[in-house]
């Protein structure tokens, strides 16, 4: 170890190399390999090549790799030119002396300025790509994190870095995928740590927005080449992609467009430049190295304006940050929160070209998508209507929905809508129309691939899904996470059947895992059977003359690839497609598939069957007379059982499910309505109130509610 002399010369060696650009650039430097090793190597890969006959088939089961590719079957453009075990080596000698820790704060602090500078104005970078070897060696200080960094050098370091150019922001993410999960981990908690640190730190209001903070931006915006390494460096999938169904840009000018509003109008959602430098987006991702939900920052989702960021989003993007261009710090309920912004411009357009258009053809306007249905003709008359509009005019879908039953009392502010979906849904599913089939075990719905029915019910229930996302509606629908990932732009793949169809995935596994003899223990070919509608069976080739080809140890991998193929996709594929498009009907436009992942959509459409009522109950507000002391029917249904809370649920707010954030997110009333009488509770869906008489005794008051909201059903019971 060294004495105390030496100390001081270290310092200075380490304040002279770490505070210089050039010098720490050409710091840690991999020494170049002998002709003969290169020679050797060349002649390794080529061997590695002749061995990978079947690597199509090694990818379904694993991430297979070659010498110029990450262990993911990414391409891999460049190798570092520093030695990181070297760089490692070093800092564990070097932390461990107390001395040198502010050597190494001040080095970054006097160091940053002029790096940030040299990439602003000089293109360093692309004069010299080595430049990226200052970032990748100070990322390598284990103690980034800690109090003596955050106040300066490492605000400094992240905006700095945040000047990198969009190809070197690309080769530091594919090089610290390939770093392993602890020190990916170390970089992403790093930047997390200085967040936090900047947000609690700080106030911010209208006039203060934590967009405009520099270092929580510039921070985030290095947090982001950390979440795609975590997609890179772990299980990826980047061939099972659908077709792109939207439609194309038209070269006609729109109304949006005279009237100067095409930048907070403009179609199609927004492609994040790192995802499409890297050619890989958070749903290729089969299992990243740190969960998603890791890279989500409370802090910054309690005190940002999201009315504020996305207007940054959608108007201001080329001068002001949103955090929504980096949806991955964003919780669901924030991400929601943009959503319904979107959702509610857009209506509030289509109203303003409603009335436009009456004006200029004399017409009467009609601002909403209006929808008026028979109770048992629901379906019929849904299809017919929404089909007439998908037709003539589908911008209508973008309007505020407002449906009536007719013969019915009951004005829609949300409560009717709410009904029209659950009885469309009920409808639709019933087994004895047979457009989906049921899986008892997984409780799941899935499309019948030998449905009778025509493509335009598909469609139906495509936009109602829309419709419901845009309308901000809950609906209680069973699908499994494969349907979600297929409306997002992917493929159904051997993976997804674990959840589908959970019986056919694990009879599929054994095949894969199986170490006898195939064709003579399970005497399998390529062509499978299922059966139809009415139980006939259908036989099916995966191939050609699939019936003459056995499954073996060497095909099986294709085997299982083409067998869920089959399910997922093919088999089904007339029925999805008139789904998707019905949903994207209505979608298209919306930031959606930017913002949210598969799972964060089911939430959206479904809620979550959670029913936390205590957290309710806090919430909860009483009006007339009525106060959290004298009358907490709440507290009462929380003993209750489950089935009885949702039907609470269902008959006060019209869904038995959760919002996107839990019951506390429900603002729910309860009032006094008259006094005692023999008259059932009623509600109003549109607020969340329930109305209850002041009946003589809380026994009378248990007895009519639970008849209300057992037999409840329609509008106009008043």
């Not at 290095?222 to 077709?243: Q, S, T």
């Not at 299922?530 to 191939?543: A, E, M, Q, S, V």
Request: net charge negative; glycine share 4%; proline share 4%.
């Amino acid at each position: 170890m060294w004495g105390l002399r030496n100390y001081s010369a270290l310092v200075r060696v380490i304040g002279r190399i770490f505070s210089n650009a050039d010098a720490l650039m050409k710091s840690f430097r991999k020494e170049e390999p002998s002709a003969a090793a290169k020679t050797l190597n060349s002649l390794k890969s080529k061997g590695e090549e002749k061995q990978s006959d079947q690597s199509s088939e090694k990818k379904l089961s694993s991430s297979a790799s070659s010498p110029d590719e990450t262990p993911n079957g990414i391409p891999n453009s460049f190798e570092s030119s520093v030695d990181i075990d070297a760089v490692r080596r070093v800092y564990d000698k070097l932390l461990s002396v107390d001395q040198v820790e502010s050597a190494l704060v001040n080095a970054i602090i006097y160091l940053t300025p002029n790096v940030e500078l040299d990439l602003e104005y000089l293109d360093v970078y692309e004069a010299n790509p080595d430049y990226l070897n200052i970032f990748i060696i100070v990322m390598e200080n284990s103690n980034l994190h800690s109090p003596e960094y955050l106040e300066v050098a490492l605000p400094l370091f992240c905006k700095a870095m945040s000047k990198l150019p969009l190809t070197a922001l690309a080769r530091l993410s594919k090089l610290w995928s390939t770093f392993g999960l602890p020190h990916v981990r170390r970089m992403m908690e790093t930047f997390q740590q200085l967040i936090t640190f900047t947000v609690v730190s700080n106030e911010y209001g209208v006039e203060n927005l934590i967009n405009d903070d520099e270092t929580v931006v510039a921070a985030t915006k290095c947090l982001r080449v950390v979440f795609y390494a975590i997609i890179l460096g772990g299980e990826v999938d980047v061939e099972h992609n659908e077709e792109d169904d939207e439609d194309a840009e038209s070269d006609e000018l729109t109304l949006h467009e005279l009237l100067g509003e095409d930048r907070l109008y403009k179609k199609g959602p927004r492609v994040d430049p790192l995802e499409k430098e890297l050619s890989v987006r958070p749903i290729d991702s089969v299992k990243p190295l740190i969960p998603f939900e890791d890279f989500v920052n409370e802090s910054v989702n309690e005190v940002i304006e999201m009315d504020k960021d996305f207007t940054f989003f959608k108007v201001n993007a080329e001068t002001k940050f949103s955090f929504q261009s980096c949806p991955f710090i964003l919780s669901v309920i924030t991400k929601s929160q943009g959503l319904y912004y979107d959702n509610r411009i857009r209506m509030y357009s289509e109203r303003r070209l409603t009335a436009l258009y009456s004006m200029v053809q004399g017409q009467q306007p009609n601002p909403y998508l209006k929808l008026k249905v028979r109770r048992d003709h629901i379906i019929d008359d849904a299809l017919v209507r929404l089909e007439m509009i998908s037709m003539e005019n589908p911008s209508d879908l973008k309007k505020q929905l407002y449906v009536e039953f007719e013969d019915e009392q009951g004005v829609d502010e949300g409560g009717v809508s709410k009904e029209f979906f659950q009885l469309v849904l009920e409808e639709i599913f019933n087994l004895d129309i047979g457009m989906f089939t049921y899986d008892n075990d997984t409780k799941l719905f899935w499309f019948n691939s030998s449905s009778l029915e025509n493509e335009a019910q598909y469609t139906l229930i495509g936009i109602v899904l829309g419709l419901a996302i845009y309308n901000n509606c809950i609906l209680d629908v069973h699908f499994p996470m494969v349907v979600y990932r297929k409306l997002m732009g992917k493929k159904g793949t051997f993976l997804d059947l674990s959840d589908s169809h959970p019986v056919l995935y694990q009879s599929l596994k054994e095949v894969l895992e199986y170490s006898g003899s195939l064709e003579e223990d399970m005497m399998l070919t390529f062509q499978i059977s299922h059966t139809d509608l009415f139980g006939n069976p259908i036989l099916y080739d995966l191939k050609e003359k699939g019936d003459q080809i056995p499954v073996t140890k060497e095909n099986r991998q294709e085997f299982v690839h083409l067998y869920a193929d089959y399910i997922l996709n093919k088999s089904v594929e007339s029925q999805f497609k008139a789904f998707k498009k019905g949903f994207l009907m209505v979608t298209n436009e919306s930031p959606l598939k930017y913002l949210f992942r598969p799972e964060e959509v089911e939430l959206l459409i479904c809620g979550s069957r959670k029913l936390d009522f205590e957290a309710l109950e806090k919430t909860t507000e009483y009006d007339g007379g009525y106060t959290k002391d004298t009358i907490n029917v709440l507290m009462w249904f929380i003993s209750h059982s489950e089935e009885q809370k949702r039907l609470f649920l269902q008959f006060t707010t019209g869904t038995d499910r959760a919002p996107v954030g839990g019951l506390g997110k429900l603002k729910m009333i309860i009032a006094k309505n008259g006094s005692d009488s023999d008259r059932l509770p009623t509600s109003h869906t549109c607020f969340n109130a329930l109305l209850l008489p002041e009946y003589s005794s809380k026994d009378k008051l248990k007895e009519r509610l639970l008849k209300a909201i057992t037999y409840a059903k329609g509008f106009g019971m008043l």
